[in-house]
């Protein structure tokens, strides 16, 4: 059975569980981080214009101490570098808000010896946090690129650029807004963190309870109910997350035991998990950092991103719900029995702790002229009075008090982490812009392709895959559109199409060997070897390598907002077809030439005769 049950008060071993006198240090510490992070954060969507290099500059400091001071680390001599890195992060991003206005003038040349030290600084500190937040492949493409942008005049042919003077160089990354505090800084401080704080207050209350349970009253009599309900939940998780991992590990540890219990192979159970939850990234209103990325790069609003990607997201879950259903078939998986549905009351019960904030979070995005960092504040604001109360009407203040610390902290640690791949990011896309990088290796994409659109696109997917690997799939997007989407956009493709088939292609690395993280959350807790895990994920994800080839061939189906009835013929067409694919990936009736068969005509009802 899957527990839709709450808990009435404050858990033990929560900081509020113990006397005052005995949370420590460290406890306190979070708690003023996390309460300043969200201050911060929501005083920038309501105090109109603060200064970039002022508000970009408080935003990577908010995030040092999270990364340098709070995280375990167990050698002592890597944690007492650790806050040596802090401490001079903290100093150079204080000189440059407390200089704003001379620096101003300065026009992005860094002047002196003092300034040159606070350069080399930040961008030593930058790279070491994404090093420690993140993994060593982004300081390290960082590092590469920096060289380059130092040093690239050296370089014989095309790929050379003109000499850049170190004082010009460093400058416009750390004293203008080329770099450290770009346009992406700003998405990160003024869009990314509302949104990852609101879905931290609507995790910390009843939301959860509620998504689960109507998610197990809606799917779980179905043939693989146990699987269906984590298709269910792992997309409603998704719309409020954002985030692929945490939303394995959070409704996987409810989900996977509740499957091997009913008897789930524990690879069908995982796989079930690490698929649907990659999809949280993809799955409107939230769909993760990237997409604000995207609608700070396209300069269009997020709304009608949202609109134009959700009958692809939605064909994405459709069709893992599809395979889903074919491995009921090949295994005789059955569904809940009456006895373990929650029943439509707690539903009632619990629903509008997950529905309230969500809705006025969708209403205000697609109904008003509001901002969407407007928009988060006043759901976040609407849940924070929610977490008073549980599904009983039962108000408990000190649970009350509870679900805000446990907000604020979770808020300001993931805002601290997207911060650390995003500056450490926006070096990269600086250099891009001095030196004309990105026009050479659009070039070369355009070159190796000879002109062609598909080629292309496969050259472009393999490269977001590889770099999906080992980079966050926001740092992962980031640098694959930087270089390959003017190569798309010159053959023709339109920019929303190039970047949301981009971004879905560094999805891919969460399901797809040798990296997929995604598996080796789920396999650890369904305590399964990964690699039958890694298989059963790219068959029941099979649509998130063909859904954005199907949109490319059947261009109406990002075109809700436009041509919805056009929208709605193109995904039964790229549905039709991807169902076709993955039934014959399944094999229920373990038939190779039926599988070829249908694996065949599949791609021909998605790329013959595009809508």
């Not at 050698?75 to 650790?82: E, Q, T």
């Not at 009843?206 to 699987?227: D, E, H, K, N």
């Not at 290796?441 to 062609?452: D, E, Q, Y």
Request: hydrophobic letters at 55%; a positive charge; charged letters at 10%.
């Amino acid at each position: 059975m899957i527990d839709t049950t709450e808990a009435g008060g404050v858990p033990e071993g929560a900081p509020l569980s113990r006397p005052l006198s005995r949370i420590t240090v460290r406890e306190w510490l979070m708690l003023a981080l996390g309460v300043g992070s969200v201050g911060f954060h929501l005083y920038l969507v309501f105090s109109g214009l603060v200064p970039a290099l002022v508000a970009r500059p408080i935003h990577f400091m908010l995030a040092i101490p999270w990364v340098f001071f709070l995280a375990r680390v167990e050698r002592a001599w890597l944690r007492r570098l650790g806050y040596g890195f802090g401490v001079a992060g903290l100093a150079a991003a204080g000189y440059v808000v407390a200089s704003r206005e001379a620096l101003i003038d300065q026009y992005g040349a860094l002047q002196g010896p003092l300034q040159m030290v606070v350069a080399v600084t930040l961008i030593v500190v930058v790279l070491e946090m994404a090093r420690r937040a993140v993994k060593a492949v982004l300081p390290v493409i960082t590092l590469i690129v920096l060289v380059y942008g130092l040093w690239g005049h050296l370089v014989p042919g095309d790929f050379g650029h003109g000499y850049l003077p170190p004082s010009y160089f460093l400058g416009t990354l750390v004293i203008a807004e080329g770099g450290l505090w770009s346009s992406l800084t700003g998405i990160s401080a003024e869009t990314i963190a509302p949104f990852i704080i609101l879905g931290a207050f609507i995790s910390a209350g009843a939301a959860g309870i509620g998504f689960m349970a109507l998610a197990t009253q809606a799917a779980g009599r179905f043939s693989a109910g146990a699987a269906k309900v984590a298709v269910l939940a792992s997309a409603m998780y998704g719309t409020i997350s954002g985030v692929a991992a945490a939303n394995t590990a959070s409704t996987g540890m409810v989900t996977i035991p509740a499957m091997k219990r009913l008897g789930y192979p524990p690879a069908m159970a995982a796989a079930t998990e690490a698929v649907a939850s990659t999809g949280g990234q993809i799955m409107p209103p939230l769909m993760g950092a990237g997409i604000f990325v995207m609608a700070e790069l396209l300069r269009t609003d997020y709304a009608t991103i949202m609109t134009a990607a959700s009958p692809s997201a939605l064909l994405f879950f459709a069709t893992v719900w599809f395979g889903v259903h074919m491995f009921a078939l090949r295994w005789g998986l059955k569904g809940l029995s009456a006895s373990e549905l929650p029943g439509w009351p707690v539903v009632l019960r619990t629903l509008p702790f997950f529905l309230a904030p969500f809705g006025t979070l969708v209403y205000m995005l697609a109904f008003t002229g509001y901002t969407a960092p407007y928009a988060a504040a006043l759901a976040t604001g609407l849940t924070a009075l929610m977490l008073l109360a549980d599904s009983l009407g039962r108000v408990r203040l000190k649970r009350w008090l509870h679900r805000l610390w446990t907000a604020c902290v979770d808020a300001g640690r993931q805002v601290a982490a997207i911060a650390a791949i995003i500056i450490c990011a926006s070096i990269i896309v600086g250099v891009f812009g001095m030196t004309g990088l990105g026009v050479k290796v659009t070039s070369l994409i355009l070159s190796a392709s000879g002109g062609n659109l598909w080629l292309a696109l496969i050259l472009t997917g393999l490269a977001a895959l590889v770099l999906g690997m080992e980079l966050p799939t926001t740092a992962a997007y980031i640098i694959a559109v930087a270089v390959a989407g003017p190569a798309l956009t010159e053959l023709g493709l339109p920019e929303l199409y190039a970047h949301l088939f981009v971004f879905w292609y560094a999805l891919l690395c969460t399901i797809t060997p040798p990296v997929c993280g995604n598996v080796f959350i789920a396999a650890g807790i369904a305590e399964t070897p990964w690699l039958p895990v890694a298989w059963r994920s790219m068959q029941l994800g099979i649509g998130l390598f063909l859904v954005p080839l199907g949109f490319i061939a059947n261009p109406s189906l990002l075109l809700l907002g436009e041509a919805p009835w056009m929208a709605v013929a193109a995904a039964v067409k790229v549905g039709a077809g991807t169902w076709l694919i993955s039934y014959g990936a399944i094999n229920p009736h373990r038939k190779v030439w039926a599988a070829l068969a249908l694996a065949a005509l599949g791609g021909a009802v998605i790329f013959v005769g595009g809508i």
